[in-house]
């Protein structure tokens, strides 16, 4: 048999050829003899599903196409007839029945696209628990998490904290649904990025009408926004250190803005997502770092004078709702990242015995257990600090924290949480912007049918970041639109999970989670649409500083 031998072909019936070499018995072959045949061999088009991790560091198709030929073996004399032991190992094991075993059918044949070895998320497939924990914590906090307070002004104490704890629960099921639909055993499927499970959900079409442009929008804006939170704080970590006495002429904003963009666009050089474990475990303790800084120092340096807690609304009744609303969409933008979860997922390795499912939740739990214990704390301490008396701009607590504690907290202090925040925010940078780097790669493979050379890498990562710096610099007021963007991100993060989920796992019909998700999915599609359109109201009605090109 030739080294390119159909997988498929061994379930056929062999019968022994004349003068061949003795066969002994395996337990899990079938009773009736097997026919050899010599005709000559496809090209293989798949693999066996323990194959699900594709070679982590090459950069070269990870399977021969047609495209690719590469000239068969011709079997030689010496070479035996019989089934090659792996395939027995892998495709049949010792327990099943020849024929009509259920499980036999949860052994696919596994479809492998070469070009996953040549982009930058699948690139890599040597990830584990820890990478997953480093990534998720470092892109489930960040400065959506300084936004908080603002949401409890609006809606009080006790339907704050209701509302958070909910949110929270909700949007770790649904992350939850995202682990397990990763691979799809039946169609010896991976989803490694959340556009081909919302293409495989709701069809082609579809899924770019749903899902192509709440992705984009994140990626692309959560990028943006970190460009001005981490611009504007290099300059007040400036401030900061150089002191009320210091003479030399500081950058502009837009200049503080550059530096911080060419940081990021350095270290988005490195090659793939696992390539950035590093960067993001220091994204992770950095933003730990600063989360518990900020609301230990306001909770210690008190409550400050005039303090209130009764819920700011004004206006009438519609505008009281609208208000409420867009709180809810504060909190919302607090919990994204479900858009990268599939991605984080798709660099580890995975097969039949160890999926990748397992060490994923395992990273997942450990990760969301500290931003729980760092989102909580942000919300209901700053709120207790401040009270209503919070600045409602970009930085939140965090501007709340140089207003009213400026003076009387150590520079040292405010220093270092300056310098956390920045960290943060480009560590963040490199997560979200690696589903666009993946996509803008993928153009190019898939035009001219190789990987993307280094060069034209660099120069496609580089256009990016400084396309960020453009709209930072044009539209410096995007930041404040927390409630809009936690409005379009929410079906991305709580409602389209629940769809895939019915979609693709089929649960019995009228059964609790089939009902559960039905409700949590078109819940969640009726409170996105609520969201946008309050999120819109709120800022025609109160106004927003449309600065074109002058960011401050």
Request: aromatic share 12%; hydrophobic share 45%.
């Given at each position: 048999m030739?080294?390119?031998?159909?997988?498929e072909?061994?379930?056929?019936p062999?019968?022994?050829?004349?003068?061949?070499m003795?066969?002994?018995?395996?337990?899990s072959a079938?009773?009736?003899?097997?026919?050899?045949s010599?005709?000559?061999?496809?090209?293989?088009?798949?693999?066996?599903?323990?194959?699900?991790?594709?070679?982590?560091?090459?950069?070269s198709?990870?399977?021969h196409?047609?495209?690719?030929?590469?000239?068969?073996?011709?079997?030689?004399?010496?070479?035996?007839?019989?089934t090659?032991?792996?395939?027995?190992?892998?495709?049949?094991?010792?327990?099943l029945?020849?024929?009509?075993?259920?499980?036999?059918k949860a052994?696919?044949?596994?479809?492998?696209?070469?070009?996953?070895?040549?982009l930058?998320?699948?690139?890599?497939?040597?990830?584990?628990?820890?990478?997953?924990?480093?990534?998720?914590?470092c892109?489930?906090?960040?400065?959506?998490?300084l936004?908080?307070?603002?949401?409890?002004?609006?809606?009080?104490?006790?339907?704050g904290?209701?509302?958070?704890?909910?949110?929270?629960?909700?949007?770790?099921?649904?992350?939850?649904?995202?682990?397990?639909?990763h691979?799809?055993l039946?169609?010896?499927?991976?989803?490694?990025?959340?556009?081909?499970?919302?293409?495989?959900?709701?069809?082609?079409?579809?899924?770019?009408?749903?899902?192509?442009?709440?992705?984009?929008?994140?990626?692309?804006?959560?990028?943006?926004?970190?460009?001005?939170?981490?611009?504007?704080?290099c300059?007040t970590?400036?401030?900061?250190?150089?002191?009320?006495m210091?003479?030399s002429?500081?950058?502009?904003?837009?200049?503080?803005y550059l530096?911080?963009?060419?940081?990021?666009?350095?270290?988005?050089?490195?090659?793939?997502?696992?390539?950035?474990?590093?960067?993001?475990?220091?994204?992770?303790?950095?933003?730990?770092?600063?989360?518990?800084?900020?609301w230990?120092?306001?909770?210690?340096?008190?409550?400050?004078p005039?303090?209130?807690?009764?819920?700011?609304?004004?206006?009438?009744?519609?505008?009281?709702i609208?208000?409420?609303?867009?709180?809810?969409?504060?909190?919302?933008?607090a919990?994204?990242?479900?858009?990268?979860?599939?991605?984080?997922?798709?660099?580890?390795?995975?097969?039949?015995?160890?999926?990748?499912?397992?060490?994923?939740?395992?990273?997942v739990?450990?990760?969301?257990?500290?931003?729980?214990?760092?989102l909580?704390p942000?919300?209901?301490?700053?709120?207790?600090?401040?009270?209503q008396l919070?600045?409602?701009?970009?930085?939140?607590?965090?501007?709340?924290?140089?207003?009213?504690?400026?003076?009387?907290?150590?520079?040292?202090?405010?220093g270092m949480?300056s310098l956390?925040?920045?960290?943060?925010?480009?560590?963040s940078?490199?997560?979200?912007a690696?589903?666009?780097?993946?996509?803008?790669?993928?153009?190019?493979?898939?035009?001219?049918?190789k990987?993307c050379?280094?060069?034209?890498?660099?120069?496609?990562?580089a256009?990016?970041?400084?396309?960020c710096?453009?709209?930072?610099?044009?539209?410096?007021f995007?930041?404040?639109?927390?409630?809009?963007?936690g409005?379009?991100?929410?079906?991305?993060?709580?409602?389209?999970?629940?769809?895939?989920?019915?979609?693709?796992?089929?649960?019995?019909?009228?059964?609790?989670?089939?009902?559960?998700?039905w409700?949590?999915?078109?819940?969640?599609?009726?409170?996105?649409?609520?969201?946008?359109?309050?999120?819109?109201?709120?800022?025609?009605?109160?106004?927003?500083?449309?600065?074109?090109?002058?960011?401050?």
């Open positions: 030739g080294d390119h031998g159909d997988l072909a061994s379930s056929a062999i019968t022994p050829r004349p003068n061949s003795a066969h002994t018995p395996q337990s079938p009773i009736t003899p097997r026919q050899m010599m005709a000559p061999s496809p090209y293989i088009t798949s693999a066996p599903h323990s194959q699900f991790h594709s070679p982590s560091l090459s950069r198709p990870l399977l196409t047609p495209d690719h030929p590469v000239p068969s073996k011709t079997p030689t004399a010496k070479t035996p007839s019989r090659p032991n792996f395939i027995s190992r892998n495709i049949t094991p010792r327990f029945t020849p024929l009509g075993s259920p499980l036999r052994l696919h044949l596994t479809k492998l696209n070469p070009q996953d070895a040549w930058p998320i699948t690139e890599s497939r040597n990830g584990n628990a820890y990478y997953a924990a480093f990534h998720t914590l892109s489930g906090i960040g400065i959506q998490a936004v908080l307070p603002i949401a409890f002004t609006i809606l009080g104490w006790a339907w904290v209701i509302l958070l704890t909910i949110a929270f629960v909700w949007q770790l099921y649904t992350l939850y649904l995202l682990v397990e639909l691979e799809d039946d169609k010896g499927v991976r989803y490694s990025r959340y556009m081909q499970l919302a293409a495989a959900t709701f069809g082609e079409k579809m899924s770019k009408i749903l899902a192509l442009f709440p992705i984009g929008y994140l990626s692309m804006g959560t990028c943006v926004a970190l460009v001005i939170i981490g611009g504007s704080t300059k970590f400036y401030q900061i250190v150089c002191g009320p210091c003479t002429k500081p950058l502009t904003p837009v200049e503080w530096v911080f963009t060419s940081g990021a666009v350095i270290l988005s050089q490195l090659p793939n997502l696992n390539s950035i474990a590093g960067v993001s475990l220091v994204g992770a303790i950095t933003a730990v770092g600063y989360s518990t800084f900020i230990t120092v306001s909770v210690s340096e008190g409550r400050i005039g303090v209130a807690y009764n819920p700011v609304l004004t206006g009438s009744q519609i505008e009281k609208f208000s409420i609303l867009n709180a809810v969409g504060i909190i919302a933008f919990f994204r990242g479900h858009n990268l979860i599939l991605e984080i997922q798709a660099t580890m390795p995975s097969d039949e015995k160890h999926p990748s499912r397992v060490p994923m939740w395992k990273g739990r450990v990760s969301y257990t500290l931003i729980a214990l760092c909580f942000l919300a209901i301490g700053g709120y207790w600090a401040y009270g919070i600045p409602p701009t970009n930085g939140g607590i965090l501007t709340a924290l140089y207003v009213f504690h400026g003076q009387d907290t150590a520079r040292w202090l405010l949480i956390f925040v920045i960290i943060n925010a480009l560590s940078f490199q997560i979200y690696m589903p666009m780097f993946d996509d803008l790669e993928s153009t190019y493979t898939t035009r001219f049918k990987p050379p280094w060069w034209l890498r660099a120069i496609l990562r256009i990016f970041g400084y396309f710096f453009f709209i930072a610099v044009a539209m410096p995007v930041a404040s639109f927390a409630g809009l963007i409005g379009i991100s929410l079906p991305v993060t709580l409602a389209y999970p629940c769809f895939m989920w019915l979609k693709i796992k089929k649960p019995k019909v009228y059964s609790p989670v089939w009902w559960l998700n409700f949590l999915g078109i819940f969640g599609i009726c409170l996105s649409a609520l969201l946008v359109a309050a999120s819109l109201y709120v800022v025609i009605d109160t106004g927003v500083e449309y600065s074109f090109f002058k960011p401050t």
